[in-house]
Nanobody, 123 residues
Framework: QVQLVESGGGLVQAGGSLRLSCAAS????????MGWFRQAPGKEREFVAA????????YYTDSVKGRFTISRDNAKNTLYLQMNSLKPEDTAVFYC????????????????WGQGTQVTVSS
């Protein structure tokens, strides 16, 4: 069992930045690959970024490449998402998840999820 708690969301103007955190407890954090997903109103949850167990490999959806950076600190059991140059279309609830497979973009492959944190970008 893994418990995940996201934080760091909020309201920001277009072009601004936010840093999301996902604190994990339970099983060994470094046993899991992790990912960030987001869900806008009326839409399905979509992949944003993923990172492998060691943090040495990452992958991003095209719409956030060059703007978002995923990272992890295994000593602190924490996953991060640095979001720069935010756009109104980034507005969504952001979720972190864990999986035992590696860098995957499919929602159903993730075993545990946090409760989400709201990110709102105003124009």
């Amino acid at each position: 069992q893994v418990q995940l708690v996201e934080s760091g969301g909020g309201l920001v103007q277009a072009g601004g930045s936010l840093r999301l955190s996902c604190a994990a407890s339970g099983r060994t954090f470094s046993s899991y690959a992790m990912g960030w997903f987001r869900q806008a109103p009326g839409k399905e949850r979509e992949f944003v970024a993923a990172i492998n167990r060691s943090g040495g490999s990452t992958y991003y959806t095209d719409s956030v490449k060059g703007r978002f950076t995923i990272s992890r600190d295994n000593a602190k059991n924490t996953l991060y998402l640095q979001m720069n140059s935010l756009k109104p279309e980034d507005t969504a609830v952001f979720y972190c998840g864990v999986n035992t497979l590696g860098i995957v973009t499919i929602t159903s492959k993730y075993e545990y999820w946090g409760q989400g944190t709201q990110v709102t970008v105003s124009s």
